[in-house]
């Protein structure tokens, strides 16, 4: 388990980077449409459409990441008031409701997956894409979620090795 | 179920895993969960949910919010604007409470390269809070400017949440980022008055520092020739581009970004590791807000679909109060809100009540927007919760205790509070620079 927590972070570590690496390509990918249209040179038609699903990549997939982190922003009011063992009570109690919450999620984005898989259903803007491409970044995204969760779950019942939260 | 009955189970909700401690995005996507089940149709309300939160992030007015933040993270992790600030260092001579008018002043300069408070306020708290203190400065005027001018980030653009507000509450984002910046200005006037008057009428909070090598002609203004000069490009890029009406806001804030990448190429700045440092430094900041957004979206439909908004519009409508009570109400509550709950939460719960109403009552959204902002900047530095008090708290001495950024942070509370009145009781001075634009 402490070998494969290290392992999943590491995993996460690498999609943090590559949510950095996204928005560097915005800024290119934008810089160069405007100053190519403002220029004469023509522009990238498909660059919004491109940004936006880039944004919503980098949403979905940092969340697991950031999960890791200790980054998402949270009211710890209570929790630092408390007493020792009431907090890790009231940790863990948070850590089921994000795990169920997840676990919806998992569940419907991929019943959106399939439904659009099975309907056939398209994207038509500038780019012609399945919607089931798009919507798949959802449940994976919950997925990574959900196993994060579950680390987090085990990590106070095991000694050491792995924990970074 | 009653309009006041749903509005209590979803509030209720949302602040019980709120304040258990679970993340607001997970807060927001649990309570969805419930509310879709109840309000939505059950397992249709769920796919919907999923559906909206995919359409709330990808959505190309977004994108200059991680634009706006990369911009200021890459003039911080290449040190550039540490050299900014200390070339305007050397200008600023003879002032009582030198020091503390450099932050404000450095402060104000680097909130129009920076859309992210949290770096404007690490800038200044570990470049000039350490020479302050070592100067003897008291840590009330020391601590106090570089938080209150901190927030300031927020108002002038580049301003993340105020293209997060512009875009959700379908106010003009351009006039948004605008609007801030008389506000802003007149923000850096008030807290510059307070410090030079307080420090001359009691010199010793802030010791004469003048011991040091002076500075004079070409070699007093070559930094600021050198350093920061150059950075009115970047300034022009984003606002200038704006309001020639060049570019939308996204544009403006990818050849903003560009502009501080090259900035920073140019003064040989840009290696690897400070790259990537501000690459992981935007990301997590970033996806926080949109995680949040994506979470958030279906909450205000669910609102609205339980006519818990419907209720609560036309309740304070039945009131009959003026557009200026209302207003001065809604500010009210953002001030509350502001003292325990996060900047994008305070939008996120309050928007899908302020929009409705400010709408029946005829106020003006983009004055409203500007006075949301402004609430909202003080959020960050209202004791126990603000978040520039944390960060304060991060990169200061550790012989300086919260108590002692609590009491700093008072004055500048109560200046703020009077920009606020003035700007509240009249929208002329926030209207009037958005509407040479228009």
Redesign the interface.
Known sequence: MAHFDLWFGRLLGLIGIGVGVIFAVLTLLISADVVGRNLGLGNLAWATEVSEYLLYAAAFLGAPWLLRLGGHIRMDLVCTTLPPRARTVLELLCDLLGLAVCGVMFWYGLAAVRDGIQAGTMIIKMLVLKEWWIMSVVPVSAALLIIEFVLRLSRPFRSGAGSEA | MSWGASLGLLLGLLAL??????????TF??VN?VGAAIFLGGEAG??Q???N??DA????A??PI??FI?MGEVLFHTGIAFKAISAIERLIKRVPGRLSIVSVVGGTIFSALSGSTIANTALLGSSLLPEMLRRGYHPSIAIGPIMAVGGIAMLIPPSALAVLLGSLAGISISQLLIGGIVPGVMMATAFGAYIIGRCAINPTIAPSDEDGPSYSGWERWRPFVTDVLPLGGIVFLVIGSMILG??TP??A???G??GS?IAAAAYRSLDRVAL?RS??E???L???I?????ASVTFSQILAFSGATNGLVQMVGALGSSPLLLAAGMVLVLLILGC???Q??MIMLTLPFFMPLAQSAGIDPLWLGVLMLISMELGLITP??GLLLFVMQGVMPKHLNLQHVYRAAVPFILLELLVLGILLLSPELTLWLPGVMR
Request: glycine share 4%; charged share 5%.
């Open positions: 895993f709120g304040v258990a401690g679970l993340p607001i995005a997970f996507f649990a969960i769920l796919m949910m999923v559906r939160s995919v992030v990808a959505n190309f977004l994108v991680p634009l990369l060049w570019a996204t544009e804030a990818a050849l970004s560009l990448l990537s690459l992981i935007t990301a997590k970033s996806v926080m949109l995680f949040v957004i994506a325990v709950v996060d994008v939460s126990p919760f």
